[in-house]
């Protein structure tokens, strides 16, 4: 019995030398491995209206290597945008390095000292883009995961290449995503067609000069659509294109059923106008004064004119504008139309023989004129063409 315990005792020292070895044995904890964080605003830079990204790699609390993403405009108050991206140099807290900006090819210096202040930076320096001296002064910044970056640089251009119907895009409005280099030659190309292109479009975001992509909005009718979106895929450059969100709105849709409103494969555009402005006389207590489409977008465009309730002694006369756009409830082949219905413009004028009093309507924003009710005149036009109305609470027709 005395031996069998010995032989256990030395078993069990054998044991914990052998793992007390093993431990000595063991490699060092490995050093702290690479960690990347970015600051997405340094205050101050080109007047405030720099879009900023640095890009920090770090280990431990060490910053190891950076690099400086800076969009600005190329002149003060310009839309037009430039842009450097300058690797820096990492002596201790000390910042540098020189490039030259991508656009106008101006010559870029960085000289930062950043330094932590609790769980915030500073960073106070220079940046001068050509001959222009920006004197760096930005406290409080803090520092994001590449995760949190990442998720916060997600965007949606709202492209929907094949929607299943018009109830998230709109049947007239068309988005292109196109290679920067090549969004030139893209919209040359859209010169002399029936289409409009926004204006708004045409700016390069810092966005898109990062991703090296643009989105071109385009308003055409929706007869065309399907044809210019194919077109538009085949094109150099081209990353993507389809439907996306125009002025379609569901609350003033509706859906009916296309028997009775073609002729073959187009729409009696004439007999829609007319149906469309008789129900209008009569919701707006107005005579129709003119309808027309417009050949780009393949938009309807009503007039109509009534006398003004806003001191009737006087005889002014109201003006009311009503947009519409008639098309397929889908993209292809479809039984069913819809039609969305804008909301009234109204203006009003002295249109009476004689000396005439000039009024001033001190409209606000973008607005032209003053938008009011319509007297229930998409309920109206639901029944003149035996439509559904949208349901915003369940999403369906009804």
């Known amino acids: ?140 910044n803090f520092d994001l995961s590449e995760k949190e970056f990442l998720d916060n640089q997600t965007t949606d251009d709202g492209i929907t290449p094949a929607p299943k119907d018009f109830t998230e895009v709109s049947p007239e409005s068309i988005g292109v995503r196109v290679k920067l280099d090549a969004a030139l030659d893209f919209l040359k190309g859209l010169k002399g067609q029936d289409l409009e292109v926004s204006l708004n479009s045409l700016t390069v975001s ?40 125009g002025v379609v709105e569901m609350e003033r849709s509706i859906r009916f059923a296309a028997a009775g409103w073609r002729d073959g494969d187009r729409l009696n555009k004439d007999k829609i106008a007319a149906a469309i402005a008789n129900v209008l006389t009569k919701t707006l207590s107005a005579k129709s004064a003119a309808a027309g489409w417009n050949a780009n977008t393949g938009k309807l465009k009503l007039t109509f004119k009534r006398p003004s309730q806003q001191f009737p002694a006087l005889d002014l006369t109201e003006t009311v504008e009503i947009t519409a756009l008639v098309a397929p409830d889908k993209p292809g082949v479809s039984d069913r139309l819809m039609l969305w219905i804008g909301s009234p413009v109204i203006s009003t004028a002295d249109e009476g023989a004689g000396p005439r009093l000039n009024l001033n309507e001190e409209s606000s924003g973008d607005e032209e004129g003053d938008q009011k009710d319509d007297n229930g005149s998409v309920d109206a036009l639901a029944k003149e063409f035996k439509g559904q109305r949208w349901d915003t609470d369940k999403s369906v027709w009804k």
Do not use: H
């Open 1 to 140: 019995m005395r031996a069998l315990l010995l032989c256990l005792v030395g078993l069990m020292t054998a044991s914990s030398e052998l793992a007390f070895a093993q431990m000595k044995l063991s490699p060092k904890a490995a050093p702290s491995a690479n960690e990347v964080r970015y600051f997405t605003s340094i205050d101050g830079l080109m007047d405030g209206n720099a879009d900023v990204v640095l890009k920090e790699t770090r280990q431990g609390k060490t910053v190891t290597s950076a690099v400086l993403d800076v969009c600005y405009p190329a002149e003060k108050g310009s839309d037009r945008k430039d842009r450097f991206v300058a690797n820096l140099a990492v002596n201790g807290q000390t910042l540098t390095g020189t490039t030259q900006s991508i656009s106008d090819k101006l010559p870029v210096t960085v000289k930062l000292v950043r330094k932590p202040t609790g769980d915030t930076f500073e960073f106070k320096g220079q940046i001068s883009v050509g001959r222009t001296v920006t004197e760096v002064t930005s406290t409080d």
């Open 206 to 245: 810092c966005d898109a000069l990062r991703a090296g992509e643009q989105t071109i909005n385009i308003s055409v009718d929706p007869d065309r659509a399907t044809a210019l979106i194919a077109k538009s895929k085949s094109s150099p450059g081209v990353v993507a294109a389809g439907w996306t969100s």
